[in-house]
């Protein structure tokens, strides 16, 4: 069994941080334990959320572990009096940002509601610094991996039970509790790096081994049948009258028409997408959704903005994403994956974490807009994939092009 997160940031703290606690948030002293229970239970339903895929637990993980971390001692140190606990918010807004990202705003009001004085917010940003330090130490004490924390995490769900009000699972768009942090279970996050044989292979059974003769002789028939189809054109083509030219002139044409290059460099450095021409991300969409061929890699970048080094959305009501809203009301059986790239030019784990947080924006624009969330998946990349080819031109053309947000088609139907 897992150990119950609210009761170690209760005995981390002791009388006195839950009374700095209280006092801070202009709270009796003996409603500071009531408080710090709230604020925990959110924070951590919070972060069960924002864990609903393999890459949301990796960001929090990078979150709780990264260098930027806070310090439990030091946090803990904080709340010894109202001064030092009030310079942790700065630390504790940002956080709130990344784990509740454009929910912040509803699941504040909802925090609101449950603490006397309109102390919500605050109660929360100066949780959240507590409880991500708890859960660093538990990482490093334990030698956790991703995987041993989401199970840590899943564990803490039994403690949560009656401390969740409905409203915040309506803020955070989760049907009733039991769906809050489900996919942490469903979707192997307990032990991510182990290969699921069912799901590599369909069923478990063994499949029983290909004999020679099982395919040799087919192969055999179909050979045959070829060697004398190949035999009766040629004998058609002996027989022709003399006068009848191999070709006819619109053959000819053809056979001398040029073909289209085939270099594979070309296509990948333009990643496809650049062929169908720009900025008709609508038409793009539609026509690839139209064809039989689909390269299921291929990407529709969005054109949406975003200040610079973080996720605050500059046109959130682009018309890209209202376009794409409406391509998926119009094709209720459409599974997309929004996908943040960066340049690549600073911190590895900062850069993936912002590229994590900008495909988390488009993802609950999409989400407000009434696409169902069980059909978007937002991904932060990184600078994994950049466009810019190897030539400095080309560095130097396409290099504001990696900064970008691209949806890529999942499924269809």
Known sequence: ???????????????????????????????????????????????????????????????ITGSEAADLTDITNKFSNREKLASTLPVG?????????TRVEEVTK?????????????????????????????????KMDVSDLASFLIGQREFLRNKIPDALLDALDVQGFDELGASLVTHGHAKPQEPREQALHGSGEKKKPVSFSSWFFPLLLVLVALYALNMCMDKGRQERPADQPLETPQEQAFMESPSQSG????????????????????????????????????????EVKFEARTAKILNPNAADIRALAKIMQENPKLTVAIEGHVQGEGNEIREQEISQERADVVREILLQKGIAANRITATGMGS??????????????????????????VTTQ
């Open 384 to 409: 994994a994939k950049p466009l810019a080819g190897d030539e400095p031109e080309q560095n130097t053309q396409k290099k504001t092009q990696n900064e970008r947000i691209s949806v890529r088609v």
């Open 263 to 302: 270099d594979d460099t070309t296509l990948t450095d333009r990643n496809a997408q650049a062929q169908l021409g720009p900025d008709k991300f609508t038409s793009n969409l539609s026509d690839y959704l139209k064809s039989f061929d689909r390269d299921p890699n291929q990407e529709f970048p969005l």
């Open 1 to 63: 069994m897992a150990e119950n997160l609210l009761e170690l940031a209760a005995s981390q703290l002791g009388a006195s941080g839950i009374g700095t606690l209280a006092s801070e948030l202009d709270l009796p002293a003996d409603k500071g334990q009531s408080a710090l229970d709230t604020g925990v239970a959110f924070v951590l339903a919070g972060m069960l959320n924002k864990a609903s895929s393999k890459t949301g637990m990796a960001y929090l993980f990078n979150l």
């Open 110 to 142: 909802v925090a609101t509601t449950e603490v006397p004085g309109n102390g919500g917010g605050r109660l929360l940003k100066l949780v959240l610094p507590l409880v991500a330090a708890l859960l660093g130490a538990q990482v490093k004490s334990q």
């Open 93 to 101: 807004t940002e956080m709130l940002q990344k784990v509740f990202g």
